[in-house]
């Protein structure tokens, strides 16, 4: 009698056997597909927040740039022509620089995944500008005019989150210039006069 029982089963809603089971196979189906689908659009959304976090960092870091940039060539042209207006410029572009990494540092702390290597690039960033600015300090100090500032990494045989600071600089005369560099070497700044 289990072949009747079947048959029973089979004739859902009234329906003959092999179209209730034709029926119950398209329902399956829809589910999976419905499953497949949430699933889908989950990975989507996934994707559009990782994009959306990208372009956010990405102009964070962008803005730091930016920020480093204006100070920089601001303080060159400073330390060239002596022009306040080029002083004013670069007491605006070093204020940018830390809201700049603060954004940054803020856009890490959403996504966690991308937080060791961007709290490396704000430390990296903030140890160089502050050596830098100590540095230009050292050599304004000895009344040494900074003509130029170029950092250096390419080619050069440094540890990871090292730099070097290339400075062109004009001095009163070659004791003067001695006295500068002894100074910045007694200050931890190993240098090497390029002439």
């Not at 990208?54 to 060539?73: D, F, G, K, Y």
């Not at 022009?83 to 572009?93: A, I, K, P, T």
């Not at 990494?101 to 704000?122: N, S, T």
């Amino acid at each position: 009698m289990a072949p009747a029982a079947d048959r029973r089963w089979l004739r859902w809603l009234g329906l003959p056997g092999r179209i209730a089971l034709g029926f119950g196979a398209a329902l399956l189906s829809l589910v999976a597909a419905a499953l497949a689908s949430h699933a889908a659009l989950g990975a989507l959304a996934s994707a559009g927040r990782l994009v959306r976090h990208t372009a956010e960092a990405r102009h964070a870091i962008e803005e730091v740039e930016s920020a480093l940039l204006v100070s920089q060539t601001s303080l060159e042209a400073y330390l060239t022509g002596r022009e306040q207006r080029h002083s004013e410029r670069f007491l605006v572009g070093a204020s940018r620089v830390q809201p700049a990494l603060d954004m940054l540092q803020q856009i890490a702390e959403q996504h966690p995944d991308e937080k060791p290597r961007i709290a490396r690039l704000v430390a990296d960033v903030a140890i160089v500008a502050a050596e830098q600015k100590r540095l230009l300090a050292l050599v304004a100090e000895e009344r040494g005019n900074v003509l130029g500032v170029d950092h250096h990494r390419e080619g050069m045989d440094l540890p990871v989150t090292g730099t070097e600071i290339e400075l062109t600089l004009a001095t009163r005369d070659d004791e003067h210039c001695a006295e500068l560099l002894a100074r910045l070497d007694a200050e931890g700044y190993p240098v090497e006069r390029l002439r």
